[in-house]
């Protein structure tokens, strides 16, 4: 398989994170729902159904700081898988069992966990996913 790297891991996750906390809660709910599909958004983010979530990428707002802390998260590993592998990719890593998540998929980690914890265990699976 060709490597598509263009620019370094680091780089990448570096861009995540400046982006995660530069950018509105509305584009990173855009972004998110673009790459991975309004269901897989609002599964991992703990939303019952997907007009809560396409409801934020058009400027809705978001009750409380709980959930814009899931959707920056969100945003972060998604923004960093999909600008190594493409929007495929990230959707697959959202959905799939992680080893270094004890075989959990990423987006139940995101949806369940507290979202500080969420989002350091996530990353730290992206960057294990980028050392492969």
């Known amino acids: 398989m060709e490597d598509q790297v263009s620019?370094?891991?680091e780089v990448?996750?570096?861009q995540a994170q400046k982006l995660s906390v530069q950018v509105s809660s509305e584009e990173q709910a855009?972004?998110?729902v673009d790459a991975v599909g309004s269901r897989l958004a609002a599964a991992a983010l703990g939303l019952r159904?997907?007009?809560t979530v396409n409801s934020w990428a058009h400027g809705g707002p978001i009750k409380g700081p709980l959930h814009e802390h899931r959707l920056q998260a969100l945003f972060r590993v998604t923004y960093a898988v999909k600008e190594r592998y493409g929007p495929a990719v990230a959707a697959a890593f959202l959905r799939g069992s992680n080893p270094a998540l004890g075989n959990r998929a990423p987006?139940?980690?995101l949806a369940?966990?507290?979202p500080a914890d969420a989002e350091q265990a996530t990353?730290?699976?992206v960057e294990t996913l980028f050392a492969s």
Do not use: F, G, K, P
Request: zero cysteines; charged letters at 30%; a negative charge.
């Open 7 to 9: 620019v370094s891991d």
């Open 49 to 51: 159904d997907t007009r």
């Open 12 to 14: 990448v996750l570096e």
């Open 123 to 125: 990353i730290a699976a």
């Open 30 to 32: 855009r972004y998110v």
């Open 112 to 114: 369940n966990e507290s």
């Open 107 to 109: 987006m139940t980690v």
